[in-house]
């Protein structure tokens, strides 16, 4: 039972949820700072009201419908998106695009160095021609040297030029 549950916190998604989270809570203070220390006071400047809470608002039989606290809502999650899109998002997709042409011109290269398989096999089998070629030389080389070392020891020569 506590695999299972260890298992399911230590997954990738839950551990992205949670980073997330906090991410988003530490934005959502600056936008309420920014909301509240800047764009609410333009908006007394404006319109004569600390926020947008009583603004537009209506009230009938006992009910308030207030349309400023909904637009309040509505720009703090404007702020929040913006701030989120442009602090996480686009930096986080510049540096994936940037990773990403690193690695095609890494691979790019990769490919073009590669040798295809019909090209080293035909490279390998004239390397073995060489050297079968060479071990041949060699052989009836030594094969000469011996014979006539064999010709000359036993006071005879098996080269006419060659006199014992």
């Given amino acids: 039972m506590f695999k299972g549950f260890k298992k ?17 809570a530490a ?19 404006i319109f004569g009201k600390p926020n947008m809470n009583n603004l537009l608002t209506f009230t009938f039989n006992h009910s308030t419908i207030s349309f400023g606290a909904i ?3 509505l720009l703090n999650f404007l702020m929040i998106a913006v701030a989120v899109y442009f602090c ?28 295809s398989t019909d090209q080293q096999t035909v490279d390998l089998l004239k390397e073995i021609s060489e050297e079968l070629k060479d071990i041949k030389a060699n052989a009836n080389a030594d094969a000469g040297d ?19």
């Fill in 71 to 73: 637009l309040g809502a």
């Fill in 27 to 45: 934005v959502t203070s600056v936008v309420n700072s920014i909301v509240n220390s800047l764009i609410n006071p333009l908006i007394a400047m």
């Fill in 88 to 115: 996480i998002l686009v930096p986080i997709n510049k540096f994936r695009d940037m990773s990403e042409s690193i690695f095609k011109k890494k691979d790019d290269e990769d490919e073009k160095k590669e040798i």
């Fill in 146 to 164: 011996d014979t006539e070392a064999a010709v000359s020891v036993r006071g005879r020569s098996a080269n006419p030029i060659m006199k014992s």
């Fill in 8 to 24: 399911f916190i230590s997954r990738g998604n839950m551990i992205d949820m949670a980073v997330g989270v906090v991410m988003g």
